[in-house]
Structures are given as structure tokens and as C-alpha cells.
């Protein structure tokens, strides 16, 4: 499909279903090398991030476990600014490898949250790999080590990103007309 309505809003085709295929193992492919023998324990954040956490763990191929969080911050199609925790983390990550596993990271505030949140917890190390980035959004100063793709600050929709809880189902991302 070039276009689809989502409540009262169109958006056009951005990034196909093959790119993100594409994107996602080539992603997956630099974690392997890079955190081979360290174990990492994989936390994806919910609910935009579940299909790429999902696809990415099909290509990782080295001994890990995975995890879930639930953090809200937007409205419609902004963020508030402010981060509500909706289901927190369970696991003990003391002395652990952590990869945060993220939709989109655009102003970076919820990325910054997160981070604090998991060096209090004692993380060994953590790293960021997320679907999106907007660099243009950044007003945090935080690393992202892992970018499946880097897309202009507009409001997308599509492979688990959403506009009121709608369009998560796509299998490509659609940017706002």
C-alpha cells in the first residue's frame, strides 16, 4: 500500500517491509560480533518496540535472555515530556550486560530515563539499539550504539509504532501527509 488513514490522519509509504528486513539483521549482525561472550540480557521496551525485539531476536545467535518494560510518554501524535513507568523490570541486572531495545529514539528523554534508571540497578554495561532515530529530535546527549535506521523528524506509524494505538500492525512505516 503507498497510503493509509488512520483515524483522521493519512500517511504515505516511508520505509518497505524489505528495508526493515534488512535493517533489522544488519543491526542484529553488529551485536553479535560486538557482544559476543558477554551474555546480554535483552530488555525490550513495550509496546513499540515488540515487533522489532521480536524480529532482531531471530538473527541474534549468541546465548542471551530477553525482557520487557512498558514506559508511555507520548499523546497523539507528541510527547508529553514527560515518562510514566507502566510495567518496570524484574530481573537483576547487577554485573550484566543490558541492551535496551527501543522503537524509536527521538528527543532521547525516555532513552535518558531508562538509562539512569538501569546504572542505579547496577547494570556491568549498557547498551542502546533501537529501530529508528531521529537525529534532528536529539536534546539529550546519550549514545546509541545501535541504529537500524536513521529517518527525518516526522511522525511515522507502522512495524509496531502508533498513532493512538493504531497502525502498530503495518509491516512497512508510513510517514504523516
Do not use: W
Amino acid at each position: 500500500m503507498e497510503t493509509v488513514s488512520i483515524k483522521d490522519k493519512n500517511f504515505r509509504l516511508s520505509i518497505t517491509a524489505e528495508e526493515i528486513e534488512k535493517a533489522v539483521s544488519e543491526v542484529a549482525q553488529r551485536i553479535n560480533h560486538d557482544l559476543k561472550d558477554t551474555n546480554p540480557l535483552f530488555i525490550c521496551v513495550l509496546n513499540g518496540a515488540f515487533m522489532f525485539a521480536a524480529d532482531l531476536m531471530k538473527h541474534v545467535d549468541l546465548p542471551c535472555e530477553i525482557s520487557f518494560v512498558k514506559l508511555a510518554s507520548y499523546e497523539g501524535t507528541s510527547s508529553t515530556g514527560k515518562i510514566k513507568e507502566m510495567i518496570g523490570l524484574k530481573e537483576d541486572i547487577t554485573g550484566r550486560t543490558v541492551v535496551v531495545v527501543e522503537d524509536i529514539v527521538d528527543t532521547g528523554f525516555t532513552m535518558q530515563n531508562i538509562l539512569d534508571s538501569l546504572q542505579k540497578k547496577g547494570a556491568k554495561s549498557i547498551h542502546v539499539c533501537t529501530f529508528l532515530q531521529k537525529p534532528e529530535a536529539l536534546q539529550c546527549d546519550i549514545c546509541v550504539d545501535y541504529v537500524a535506521m536513521k529517518i527525518p523528524n516526522e511522525f511515522i506509524v507502522g512495524y509496531g509504532l502508533d498513532y493512538d494505538g493504531y497502525g502498530r500492525n503495518l509491516k512497512a512505516i508510513y510517514t504523516l501527509i
